[in-house]
Nanobody, 128 residues
């Protein structure tokens, strides 16, 4: 079992920055890849970023590439999403997720179906 708790969401003006955190507990954090997804009202949950268990591989959605950075601190059992140059279209509930299905060193999956644990989400609102 893995428990995930997100924090760091809030209201920010366009062009601003936020850093989301996701604290994990349960299974050994350094053994599984992590991801961030987001869901805007009336829309499907979309992939944002992912990072392999060791942090050596990362993946980003095209819409956030160059603006967002995913990282992890295995000593603190925490994954981060640094969000810069925020846009109103980044407004959504952001979820972190963990996958224990596979533990390859370069495994950083983009599909929500590849994750088996989810946090409760944190709201990010970007005003124009």
């Amino acid at each position: 079992q893995v428990q995930l708790v997100e924090s760091g969401g809030g209201l920010v003006q366009a062009g601003g920055s936020l850093r989301l955190s996701c604290a994990a507990s349960g299974r050994t954090f350094s053994s599984y890849a992590m991801g961030w997804f987001r869901q805007a009202p009336g829309k499907e949950r979309d992939f944002v970023a992912a990072i392999s268990w060791g942090g050596g591989s990362t993946e980003y959605a095209d819409s956030v590439k160059g603006r967002f950075t995913i990282s992890r601190d295995n000593a603190k059992n925490t994954v981060y999403l640094q969000m810069n140059s925020l846009k109103p279209e980044d407004t959504a509930v952001y979820y972190c997720a963990a996958t224990t299905f596979y533990s390859g060193s370069s495994y950083a999956p983009r599909g929500s179906y590849e994750y088996d644990y989810w946090g409760q989400g944190t709201q990010v609102t970007v005003s124009s």
